[in-house]
């Protein structure tokens, strides 16, 4: 019996010593963010909404002077508060074709055509023809005025790399009409267009990463790729190595498993679909092995690698696009999502982290990464049907408490007319 008790009061107090641990464990107020499960450090976004404007494509420009990025977006551009935050206020500065729904206008890239020290807009869009640039008029308050380039048809959206080797970006698009792939060369006096490719070749999709790894810039197509031998003189070789549907924007190259090896990730830009291909062998019998990432949401569009939480590997980011085809696609009106994945370069397998969810933030044709906020950390931004987004990474947040406040758009005229009267606070019941 004595022996029994003992075991038993040890138990009792060790449960006590036990819980004691517990509870002051749990009294210490944690003030700032950790890690996620599995001790996964994540990265938080604040969406902010700044308008409501439908243009799809998007780019950034210091329009002031005030040497912060300002969103550009369709006919609008979104000033840039800065740091700590606050309005972005909406200013037009040229006009755009519009049909129906649509903004002609499936990418937005920032370019100075004429070499006059002010960067321009460059767009193009599926409906009308035409690669089209926007003159800087380097005054404020003044029109943009349109300059034409060359005749591009039923664009459906382009990728930006250095294909000729100049150490200046090139501009690559691709058409829904197959009707030939071709590239700008915006380093001399007046742009240079180059054409490759016909109808076997071109599609809906198109990136620039270097497959072989000669230190050439290749351009990928939804059918394989051209292997660039000299850009400059238009000479490259086709390999016709996959079948990727309507990828999304742009087809980007990434060593996924780290074997020194470029591997392609590609999105289903109007069914659902997230996928890597791996690339494997070399020369003659170089073959690529397809790998599903995600195929739990539809339009993925767009897509951008960035390294956005610091640790210096690049995370995948993307999202769905909302009425691509006019709500036809599958999956139109599922709830538009943004995330990121994180890259285990050791198994190649992705893991899915929130940005945006279930609200009116979208993956539209074009992700901006970078750092518009100017705090340290990259932030996002995107535009769409559902409006222009800038998505706030907090990795480093400077914004005051009372401009957070603001931006929930709350309407503090408490009480309301007939809600109810004002009281005072009470400490317990009345004296008896």
């Known amino acids: 019996m004595f022996r029994h008790t003992k075991f038993a009061t040890l138990v009792v107090a060790a449960i006590i010593a036990s819980s004691s641990c517990i509870v002051a464990a749990q009294s210490t107020r944690k003030t700032t963010p950790g890690d996620g499960p599995f001790g996964v450090p994540e990265v938080t976004f604040r969406v902010h909404r700044l308008g409501t404007d439908h243009a799809e494509g998007i780019t950034t420009i210091d329009m002031n002077g005030d040497g912060r990025p300002d969103l550009v977006s369709g006919a609008y551009w979104y000033e840039n508060p800065g740091p700590a935050g606050g309005e972005w206020k909406r200013h037009q500065f040229r006009t755009v ?169 590609y999105g289903q830009g109007h069914s659902y679909g997230l996928y890597w291909l791996e690339q494997q062998g070399e020369g003659a019998s170089r073959h690529w092995v397809r790998h599903v990432i995600d195929e739990s949401y539809s339009q993925i569009h767009s897509l951008a690698l960035a390294d956005i939480d610091g640790d210096g590997v690049p995370e995948l980011i993307t999202g769905k696009r909302y009425r691509g085809h006019s709500g036809n696609d599958p999956g139109s009106y599922d709830p538009l999502v943004v995330y990121y994945y994180k890259i285990d370069r050791k198994t190649g397998q992705f893991t899915r982290y929130p940005i945006a969810v279930n609200g009116t933030a979208a993956g539209g044709t074009q992700f901006i990464v970078q750092d518009l906020d100017g705090d340290g950390d990259i932030d996002l931004a995107t535009a769409g049907k559902t409006g222009v987004h800038f998505f706030e990474n907090l990795k480093i947040d400077r914004v005051p408490k009372t401009t957070r406040e603001d931006d929930l758009l709350l309407d503090k005229q408490w009480p309301f007319d007939g809600e109810g009267v004002l009281v005072k606070q009470e400490n317990g019941p009345p004296p008896q």
């Open 97 to 265: 074709g519009i049909l129906g729904e649509f903004v002609s206008d499936c990418g937005e890239w920032n370019f100075d055509v004429n070499h006059d020290g002010a960067p321009d807009v460059v767009t193009t869009g599926w409906m009308v023809n035409g690669l089209w640039w926007y003159e800087n008029p380097k005054k404020p308050d003044v029109m943009w005025q349109r300059h034409f380039i060359t005749d591009s048809y039923d664009t459906e959206g382009g990728a930006t790399g250095d294909l000729n080797g100049d150490g200046k970006l090139d501009l690559a698009l691709a058409h829904y009409n197959h009707s030939g792939i071709l590239w700008v060369d915006f380093s001399g006096p007046t742009p240079k267009v180059h054409h490759l490719g016909g109808k076997e070749q071109d599609g809906h999709g198109i990136g620039i990463a270097d497959v072989d790894g000669d230190g050439k810039a290749d351009i990928l197509t939804p059918y394989g790729w051209f292997r660039n031998i000299d850009a400059d003189h238009d000479k490259w070789e086709w390999h016709g190595d996959w079948q990727l549907g309507d990828a999304g924007f742009p087809i980007l190259g990434y060593d996924v498993n780290n074997d020194g090896k470029m591997d392609i990730l």
